[in-house]
């Protein structure tokens, strides 16, 4: 079963930072692009961030570009997700999932396997 364990989620300060790391259960990283998810109260879940299988290229939705980072490192089998100058409409529950390719692929899908809990995250004063 292809599943993430999610980790570093909070509650921060309008501005503030976070960073959020997310390791598969079980299985390796390498060869496939990971993105990063979220879902507001409400609404759909959307695609934040992505980044290809050797770290070449990146992908950020309009909305965070400029204030999240992306990053892996294979060796540790983990990638982040640095988030900085947080406001409130990035809250949220946030997930990471594998492709089913190397590259960010167009709408961020499909993904492998199965959603895992993820990580919560509010920016609230």
């Known amino acids: 079963q292809v599943q993430f364990v999610e980790s570093g989620g909070g509650l921060v300060q309008p501005g503030g930072s976070l960073r959020l790391s997310c390791a598969p259960s079980g299985f390796s990283l390498d060869y496939y692009a990971i993105a990063w998810f979220r879902q507001a109260p409400g609404k759909e879940r959307e695609g934040v961030s992505c980044?290809?299988?050797?770290?070449?290229?990146?992908y950020y939705a309009d909305s965070v570009k400029g204030r999240f980072t992306i990053s892996r490192d294979n060796a540790k089998n983990t990638v982040y997700l640095q988030m900085n100058s947080l406001k409130p409409e990035d809250t949220a529950v946030y997930y990471c999932?594998?492709?089913?390719?190397?590259?960010?692929?167009?709408?961020?899908?499909?993904?492998?396997?199965?959603w895992g809990q993820g990580t919560q995250v509010t920016v609230s004063a």
């Open positions: 980044i290809s299988d050797s770290s070449r290229s990146t």
């Open positions: 999932a594998s492709l089913i390719v190397s590259f960010c692929s167009r709408g961020l899908g499909p993904i492998r396997g199965s």
